[in-house]
Structure formats: C-alpha cells, structure tokens
C-alpha cells in the first residue's frame, strides 16, 4: 500500500500500532481528535472529528486501507456514543466508498456479545448480545459492514477485539487478552489475503482459556502465538477469585454489563 490510514491513533492500540504496521506502506496517515506528537518520517497527521464528514472524506482520501479504532471505547453517554461510533462510523463508510472502497479493518468489541455466560464457546454465527450502549454501537457497526459489502462491495474484517493490552492484569483477560502483536499480525492478513469478504473476527491470543472459535476464518491465515498462560500464576496469586454470581465471573463483558444508562 502507499497509504494506510489509523484512526483512534493517539489512543492506546493506535499507539502500539504505529511501529508494528508501518511496513505495511510507503506512509501513515495516523488520525485522531486528540493531538498526535512526535510523527516520524513516514507518517502524515490528521485531526479528525468523526462526526464531522467533510473531515472524515478528506481524511479518507488517497488511501489504501484503513484500520478504523477511533471513536469511543468505553461505555460513555448515547449522544457521545451516537457521535463518535455511529454517525462517525457511517461517515468512514461514506468516505470509503467515494474514494475507491480501500479495504477496512473495523475495531469491533467483545462487549458486541458481552451478554454470554463465559461457560459458552462462541462462532461468528452467534447472535449478538450487548452488554452497554457502547456494545450496541459495535452492533451497528458490523451491520454497516455487513450492509456495505453486500451493497457495494466494500470489504471489512469487523474484529472483536477482547483486550488489547501489554499484558492481561485480571482473571477474565485471561481468556480475551490479544496481544499487540497478534493484533498487528491479525492486521497484516486482512490487508494481505486475496479476497476478505466482510468477515467476524475474534480478537484473542493463544490462551489457554478462550470462549471464541474462529474457525470460520481459517483462510485468513492468522495464527497468534502470544498467550495470558505465562501471567496465569501470577494474576490468580495477587487478584482475589470473584464470587460465582459476580458478573464480572459471570459474562463475557464483564463489568460492562454493571455499566449505567450514562447522563451528558
């Protein structure tokens, strides 16, 4: 590619991103509302409200691929969901299908489907349970998707990302933990193989412990090496088992699904 886009990139994920995916173009364009310091020679930064679509297609404009994590990531209040991860969301879609549909990477959540009992194994068949608005937005999102390929031929890997941490720090990252370097190599197949389609995909290491098969995007060729078992010990002799009826035991999202309906 000669130019591959990352929104969300003075967040955390954008940040590890930047040096694991700059082999992948001549330039970054890295995007974000917040500032991004210290761009290196090859990359070009954009400030970029999502909820502004003028922004949104200039930002879009000349690339080759984008990987979508802007917008926000944790439960907030619906019009600041609204904003930023559905009408910012729409925007990328818009943009991309002006300027020749470059191929998306699209940040979805595990708190998509966060409603599952953990004792479940999940498919990229499995109805969609969300756990918080943020959830929903994530819902909508993989629609979109799903709506532009069928309608226009647009191709998104809609990725549920589990926890894209350095590493996992509590007993349910044991099971959802994607290292960034199984996320970044994630990344590279997605740009990588002939035909993507508008696939489902679970973001998660090689954990000993995991709730989702991705066996329907085998032909990705995606294989993360990275596991939580080397923190297992550790995490389980300093962090206290949570009560069997604690949510946060419970399902898969967690502590979202504690969150409240967020006032402005």
């Known amino acids: 590619m000669k130019r591959l886009l990352i929104t969300g990139a ?19 364009r890295l995007a974000d509302i917040a500032p991004i ?14 909820a502004d679509r003028d922004a ?8 080759d691929g984008i990987v979508h994590l802007g917008g926000v990531p944790v439960e ?5 969901i609204l904003n930023a991860n559905i009408i910012g969301l729409f925007n990328l879609f818009e943009a991309a299908r002006a300027h020749d549909r470059p191929r998306i990477l699209f940040a979805s959540s595990n708190h998509a489907i966060g409603y599952y009992r953990q004792t479940e194994r999940l498919t990229a068949a499995s109805p969609t349970k969300p ?8 819902v909508f999102g993989e629609a979109l998707a799903s709506m532009y390929f069928h309608k226009f ?53 090689a954990n000993d412990e995991n709730w989702w098969d991705n066996g329907s995007v085998s032909y990705l ?8 078992a080397k923190w297992r010990a550790e995490i389980e002799a300093t962090t206290p088992r949570p009560a069997p009826d604690d949510p946060v035991a419970l399902f898969q999202g967690g502590i979202f ?8």
């Open 10 to 28: 003075a967040g955390g994920i954008g940040t590890a991103m930047r040096s694991r995916l700059a082999h992948l173009a001549e330039t970054l």
């Open 37 to 50: 310091p210290d761009p290196a020679p090859n990359e070009e930064v954009v400030q970029c409200d999502l």
């Open 56 to 63: 949104v297609f200039d930002m879009v404009a000349g690339c």
């Open 76 to 80: 907030r209040s619906f019009n600041q």
């Open 131 to 138: 756990d918080s608005l943020y959830g929903v937005s994530k």
């Open 153 to 205: 031929g647009q191709e998104t890997a809609s990725v549920r990302i589990g926890s894209c941490e350095t590493r996992p720090t509590d007993r349910r990252m044991l099971a959802t933990w994607l290292s960034h370097d199984d996320f970044a190599a994630l990344a590279e197949r997605v740009f990588a193989v002939p035909r993507l389609g508008c696939p489902i995909i679970y973001g998660a290491s």
């Open 221 to 228: 060729g995606w294989r993360p090496r990275d596991s939580s």
């Open 257 to 264: 699904t504690q969150e409240p309906i967020h006032e402005d």
